[in-house]
């Protein structure tokens, strides 16, 4: 049996965690980071205390939108001064920098609080799979969605094995 001290520091302790997001759709990924992120996933999780884990996402290069997103969803800011509203399609955020669709995601799932800030700070977005946290990870998580393959990733071979449609005709 454990001690109550090698508990409380199991318990309290800040664990790394390793995401794939090649295939997962943004606002599933979202939320589920956001958990990790406010420590909703611990048994000693309290709203106004920062006790949430490190979150190292890879591959954000290859994230989903679901439906007509990457074209109709548009983020949108102000500069502050007369006419200055801007907005910019997602897919052209997605161009500019790989990363940030998925930042705005999780920023937008956060509680709108003084502790938001320094939770995002937890979170280590990249585009590609190297990343510098590799000694630090703890745990691989798979993410929320299931993961298929896209049309031109598959073989020849798996193309011309694949099971015809045979259609029934009515009665």
């Known amino acids: 049996m454990a001690s109550k001290l090698s508990q409380s520091i199991a318990t309290h302790t800040r664990l790394w965690y390793l995401i794939d997001a090649r295939g997962q759709v943004v606002g599933r990924l979202g939320s589920m980071v956001s958990l990790l992120l406010q420590g909703k996933t611990k048994p000693i999780y309290h709203p106004a205390v920062d006790m949430g884990d490190n979150v190292v996402i890879i591959n954000t290069r290859d ?11 548009l983020f949108r800011h102000h500069t502050g001064y007369p006419g200055g509203l801007k907005e910019v399609a997602a897919w052209r955020l997605h ?56 049309l031109d990733e598959y073989t020849k071979d798996e193309v011309q094995n694949f099971p015809e449609i045979v259609r029934v005709p009515h009665l």
Do not use: C
């Open 63 to 73: 994230i989903v939108y679901t439906g007509n997103k990457w074209k109709d969803k």
């Open 95 to 150: 161009e500019k920098d790989a990363t940030q669709a998925l930042r705005k995601a999780v920023n937008g799932m956060l509680p709108k609080n003084n502790l938001r800030k320094k939770r995002m700070r937890r979170l280590h977005l990249f585009p590609d799979s190297d990343h510098p946290y590799a000694l630090n990870i703890y745990k691989v998580l798979e993410g929320p969605s299931a993961v298929y393959k896209k």
